[in-house]
């Protein structure tokens, strides 16, 4: 399908700041699940938490996590926050521990490669005749801009850098985690923007 962690799995492990666990059940990995430290090691960014599909709803999940929190608290005492990114709707349990940031919804659009002209002028009427269009970003011009208070107050959800199920704080020991991305940026202008937009580049996904 449209998983990721395929094409990540083998970053993930040379990746400075990042731990990934494994879980083994009669001699096969049955669960995983990986933390990033970001903000300076301040915070613990959880993702890709995985369990085979014979094994779900048995709780392995539940004690994988507490495990990878635990040897956290033990390895990383300075990291004091911790965020994640959920794809469904939290329960009033998850919403009792951790403080809502932010919503995404996320829009799919499909069309055949023979109407994807006809689509993009169509999209095109429905933007205001002022707009200048895009402009690509300088990795210097990007960093700039999400760092200064006009993006982080007006452009940034909950002032938070959302970037393929990642929350950042738009501080400068995190712009070294989105160099690692090789993020296109994308804004309307160059200085003071209403829009910007960071682009991941393309991976192979396994079928």
């Known amino acids: 399908g449209l998983d990721y962690l395929p094409a990540f799995f083998h970053r993930w492990l040379k990746e400075p700041g990042r731990i990934v666990l494994l879980a083994w059940m009669k001699d096969r990995v049955v669960a995983l699940e990986s933390a990033l430290l970001v903000d300076g090691g301040q915070t613990v ?8 599909s014979d094994l779900r709803g048995s709780g392995i999940a539940g004690v994988l996590h507490s495990h990878v929190t635990s040897y956290i608290r033990s390895q990383y005492p300075e990291v004091c926050a911790v965020r994640m990114s959920r794809g469904d709707h939290p329960s009033e349990r998850i919403l009792s521990k951790y403080r809502l940031v ?20 169509e999209l095109r009427s429905k933007t205001h005749s002022s707009c200048r269009g895009a402009v690509t970003l300088s990795q210097h011009q990007a960093e700039t801009l999400i760092l200064s208070d ?9 002032k938070t850098i959302i970037n393929d199920w ?6 400068e020991a995190n712009l070294e985690v989105l160099r690692r991305r090789e993020l296109t940026f994308i804004a309307d202008h160059e200085s003071e923007p209403s829009a910007l937009s960071l682009g991941t580049p393309p991976y192979a996904v396994p079928y």
């Open 45 to 52: 960014v959880f993702q890709g938490r995985r369990v085979v």
């Open 102 to 121: 932010a919503k995404e919804a996320i829009v799919s659009v499909c069309c055949e490669a023979a109407d994807l002209s006809a689509f993009i002028t």
């Open 150 to 158: 006009h993006v982080i107050s007006n452009l940034l959800p909950g």
């Open 166 to 171: 990642e929350p950042l704080k738009p501080v």
